[in-house]
């Protein structure tokens, strides 16, 4: 993730996916479009991205449980870092737990939100949905 330069061409190797600057610096960043698998994929995982950002912004960058899950949607969808899409997608469930279960459990196997997820955090993502049908 390359947070320092918003519009940066190079993919670093690490992401700041766990530090305090991550909340304030992911909005507005964009990963590479050619980092996705397809153009309507990271299309709609832009769309997802700036209408988060914008909200983001409207409310001072006070970030909820429904932020962090449409981070990491929008992430997933743009085939953005895998650190990033879990720490989005953790935090979701962190903050609160019973709402995100309850958007999970309404995906069924072909939803595509659901397919992206799972693409993108693999066995996490499995153990998680499974730990909110519990």
């Known amino acids: 993730m ?5 519009s940066c061409s190079k993919k670093t190797s690490q992401s700041t996916a766990t530090s305090s600057r991550w909340e304030n610096d992911i909005v507005n960043f964009y990963p590479n479009q050619k980092m996705a698998e ?8 832009k769309y997802i991205l700036e209408n988060t950002y914008k909200a983001l912004l409207d409310k001072n960058k006070v970030y909820d449980w429904s932020d962090y899950f ?13 650190s990033d899409i879990q720490y989005s997608f953790d935090k979701a469930l962190e903050l609160n737990r019973i709402n995100s279960c309850r958007m999970l459990n309404s995906f069924d196997d072909n939803n595509q939100y659901h397919l992206t997820l799972k693409r993108a955090l693999g066995n996490h993502y499995v153990k998680q949905v499974d730990q909110c049908k519990k």
């Open 70 to 82: 449409n981070l990491a949607l929008g992430f997933s969808f743009t085939n953005g870092d895998k």
């Open 2 to 6: 390359c947070l320092s330069n918003l």
């Open 38 to 45: 397809d153009k309507d994929s990271y299309a709609k995982g």
